[in-house]
C-alpha cells in the first residue's frame, strides 16, 4: 500500500466515524487504567458489566484498597482470570499511591512498570487518557494491517513501529480506534464483510482476490 492510498484508506474511515473512541467505559484516567486491565481475554462489554458494579462504590486507587482484594474479586468475579487480575490491580494502586500521589503516570515507562500494565495497555493509556498519538496493537489492528497491507509485520511490535511510521500525522491521534472498530466489525478474523467494506477497492487482500474489481472501484 502506497502513501497515497493510506491516506484515502484514513479518510474514509473518519468520513464514516469522525469521533471514534473505546468502547470501555470510564470516565477517569484511573477508571481506564483498571478497565483496560480487565480487558485482557475478556470482552468491553463484559468489563463493562463488572465496572458498573465495582466504579460507583471505588474508583479511586484508595477506594479499590479500602474495598480490598475479596471485595474487589467479588466486584469482577465475572471476567475471566478475575483473581489474578485483582492482585495486580491492587498491586497498581499501592504503586500509584506510593509513587504518583494517587494519579495515573503519564509517562511510559512509570505505565510499564505497574503490575499487568505491558506496552500495549500503556499505549491505550497514553493515546486514550492523555491524547498521545500512540497506536495500541491488538489482535484486530495487527490482522488488519497485515491484511491489508496497511503496515505489515511479523509481530506486535514491529507493526506498531511500521504503523508510527507511515500512518500519515493527521490520522495518528485516532488511527487506534478506527483500526481496531474496523477489525471488530468489517475486517472480522473469520468472514470478513469484504463486499460492504468502505475501502475494499484499497485493500491489498481485496485486490489480490478481485484483481478486476479493484481497478473499476479505484477513482
Ligand atoms: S476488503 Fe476485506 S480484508 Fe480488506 S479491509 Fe475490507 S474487510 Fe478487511
Known amino acids: 500500500m502506497n502513501n497515497d492510498t493510506r491516506r484515502q484508506f484514513f479518510e474514509r474511515l473518519r468520513a464514516a466515524n469522525p469521533a471514534p473512541t473505546t468502547e470501555l467505559h470510564f470516565s477517569t484516567p484511573f477508571e481506564l487504567l483498571v478497565a483496560v486491565v480487565l480487558s485482557a481475554q ?84 497514553l493515546n486514550t487518557a492523555f ?28 507493526v506498531e513501529k511500521r504503523l508510527l511510521k507511515v500512518v500519515p500525522r493527521e490520522f495518528r491521534q485516532d488511527a487506534h480506534h478506527w483500526l481496531i472498530l474496523h477489525g471488530r466489525y468489517v475486517c472480522t478474523a473469520r468472514s470478513p464483510k469484504c463486499p460492504s467494506c468502505t475501502v475494499a477497492d484499497l485493500c ?16
Not at 80 to 98: F, H, P, S, V
Not at 134 to 156: E, M, Q
Not at 204 to 219: L, Q, V, Y
Open 131 to 158: 491524547g498521545e498519538p500512540t497506536i495500541a496493537v491488538d489482535t484486530h489492528i495487527f490482522r488488519v494491517s497485515n491484511r491489508t497491507g496497511l503496515a505489515p509485520g511479523k509481530n506486535v511490535l514491529e
Open 42 to 125: 475478556a470482552t468491553d462489554k463484559g468489563v463493562n458489566k463488572a465496572t458498573a458494579r465495582l466504579f460507583p462504590v471505588a474508583n479511586t486507587p484508595q477506594a479499590i484498597l479500602d474495598l480490598g482484594l475479596g471485595g474487589l474479586k467479588e466486584a469482577i468475579r465475572t471476567i475471566g482470570l478475575y483473581n489474578a487480575k485483582a492482585e495486580n490491580i491492587i498491586k497498581t494502586c499501592r504503586l500509584l499511591i506510593e509513587r504518583h500521589g494517587g494519579e495515573v503516570p503519564r509517562e511510559r515507562a512509570a505505565l510499564e512498570a505497574l503490575p499487568g500494565v505491558g506496552r500495549k495497555t500503556a499505549n491505550v493509556i
Open 204 to 219: 491489498d487482500s481485496w485486490r489480490r482476490a478481485s484483481p478486476h474489481r479493484a481497478r473499476s472501484a479505484t477513482p
